[in-house]
């Protein structure tokens, strides 16, 4: 009895060992596809930023438009047909899918704004754009002032337009907050606010992303702005 008592032990320990091995195997599998699908992701948000980065149209003042995926038109056939398309000038955009304001808005490395105005003014410009929000929604006020005021800093005396974010259905709920946050931002470092709150806009089935009609109400409604002050 006591030898059979020790053969049943044995395989129960054998048992817990092979289903602890395979729960780390599987474990092991799923973070390196979560850490290869991360990294495929930033890799494709690098190829449509430096595609959209390429496409300067346009003559007249120079406009450099610091954005997210808005800006260089994630989800369109054409990354040209973005909204900053429909401003007036020769416009210039460095755009990153994911980034925003805050330091940590992106997963994707040092891609916020604040991290690529230098080099996007690195030319000079008569109007800076900075479009974005959305990606900040999960970051607190704290951090997105941070990453605002080093944008600031970074961006210098140029004339600053900062548009906020749309109403995005997916991200909605915080809208409001991160809007009214950069509007204050805004003011308080002398530069001019656009909010994009109120417009009905048209989206992708992911309710985040816009269509070419949204993309073209959206720009329409800042190269107004633009237009009206230039």
Not at 7 to 17: H, N, Q
Not at 48 to 53: F, G, I, K, S
């Given at each position: 009895m006591i030898h059979r008592g020790?053969?049943?032990?044995?395989?129960?320990?054998?048992?817990?060992?092979?289903?602890?091995?395979?729960?780390?195997?599987?474990l092991t599998l799923w973070l390196s596809d979560a850490s290869s699908a991360g990294v495929d992701r930033c890799a494709h948000f690098?190829?449509?930023?430096?595609?959209?980065?390429s496409a300067d149209v346009g003559t007249g003042q120079r406009v450099v438009v610091i954005g997210d995926s808005y800006s260089v038109g994630l989800g369109l056939d054409r990354a040209t047909d973005s909204?900053?398309?429909?401003?007036?000038?020769?416009?210039?955009?460095?755009?990153f899918s994911g980034s925003g304001f805050s330091?940590?808005?992106?997963?994707?490395?040092?891609?916020?704004?604040?991290d690529r105005a230098p080099r996007a003014v690195r030319n000079g410009a008569d109007l800076v754009v900075v479009e974005g929000g959305l990606n900040d929604v999960d970051r607190t006020d704290a951090e997105i002032r941070a990453g605002f005021e080093r944008l600031m800093r970074a961006l210098g005396d140029l004339p600053v337009l900062v548009v906020?974010?749309?109403?995005?259905?997916?991200?909605?709920?915080?809208?409001?907050?991160?809007?009214?946050?950069?509007e204050e931002l805004a003011e308080?470092?002398?530069?001019?606010?656009?909010?994009?709150?109120?417009?009905d806009l048209a989206y992708l089935e992911d309710r985040l992303h816009?269509?070419?009609?949204?993309?073209?109400?959206?720009?329409?409604?800042?190269?107004?702005w633009v237009a009206e002050r230039g």
């Open positions: 020790a053969t049943i032990a044995r395989a129960r320990l054998l048992t817990t060992a092979v289903c602890l091995f395979v729960a780390a195997s599987l690098e190829q449509v930023a430096a595609a959209r980065l909204w900053p398309s429909r401003l007036p000038g020769r416009i210039h955009v460095s755009g330091d940590r808005a992106s997963g994707c490395g040092r891609v916020s704004f604040a906020g974010p749309a109403d995005a259905p997916s991200r909605t709920t915080q809208v409001s907050r991160v809007d009214a946050l950069l308080q470092h002398g530069a001019s606010y656009l909010s994009m709150r109120e417009l816009l269509t070419p009609a949204g993309h073209r109400e959206f720009g329409d409604v800042v190269a107004a």
